[in-house]
């Protein structure tokens, strides 16, 4: 599926699989099974439509393992699902991209109100040429699984880094690094919020100081919070 620049891509139902191409330069994709209320559809001069609560329908989820691109737009993926045994509220092992040539990179919401979130896939707001990176908010209300690529890189030629949260209220499971470096700008900042945190180089502990050496590489500065 493909829009003009500018454009919008919606899908509203409880259960979402996306295995093809969702294509919308500068635009807004969403994928929801948890949104309710009016919809206003992007530069439409306030035109819009009601959307019914699907949390009622018992949402299944949302998976992605194709590709999904807003270039220097915004992609939504919003989940009032529980996770099952085979899988979580949110699965993404595709690709999710908003990057942007000569201007900032776009924002990507992936944000689950009950179960949790796998990222997998590649997931990407970065600035290619001239401009700063993007945002990357990623929210589950259960377990947090970060196993793939995320980055929010500046311009190589001139831009700052973006922003990356991954926050997981029942765990949080990192098995990855976040990319927020930028060639000629200041590089930008990965945001870490587990339920608790226990640090040291001792068994048992959850994160090490390997692991922050590690996450500075790729960030100016990574927060933890508890």
């Known amino acids: ?25 500068e635009g807004n994709i969403t994928l929801s099974n948890a949104n309710s209320g009016l919809l206003y559809l992007p530069n439409s001069a306030g035109i819009g439509f009601s959307i019914d609560s699907l949390e009622s329908l018992n949402p299944i989820g949302i998976e992605n393992t194709g590709l999904i691109k807003a270039s220097g737009g915004q992609v939504l993926l919003s989940s009032a699902a529980i996770d099952t045994a085979l899988r979580s509220a949110i699965n993404n092992e595709g690709i999710i991209d908003v990057s942007a040539i000569h201007n900032d990179g776009g924002n990507i919401s992936i944000l689950s ?33 970060h196993s793939g690529n995320s980055s929010a890189r500046g311009g190589d030629n001139s831009g700052r880094g973006g922003f990356v949260e ?7 499971k990192i098995n990855s ?5 930028a060639l000629n700008g200041e590089w930008g900042k990965w945001l870490i919020d587990p339920p608790s945190l226990n640090i040291g180089d001792a068994g048992g502990t959850d994160i090490t100081s390997a692991d922050i050496i590690n996450a500075l590489s790729t960030n100016s500065s990574v927060e933890y919070l508890a």
């Open 1 to 25: 599926i493909n829009t003009e620049t500018g454009g919008y891509i919606g899908f509203f139902a409880p259960n979402i699989e996306n295995t093809g191409s969702l294509n919308s330069p």
């Open 166 to 172: 991954t926050s997981g209220f029942g765990d949080l």
């Open 177 to 181: 690094l976040v990319d927020t470096r």
């Open 113 to 145: 109100s009950i179960g949790s979130i796998n990222q997998s896939g590649s997931v990407s707001a970065d600035s290619i040429m001239n401009g700063n990176g993007g945002d990357i908010i990623m929210i589950a209300e259960e377990d947090m699984i």
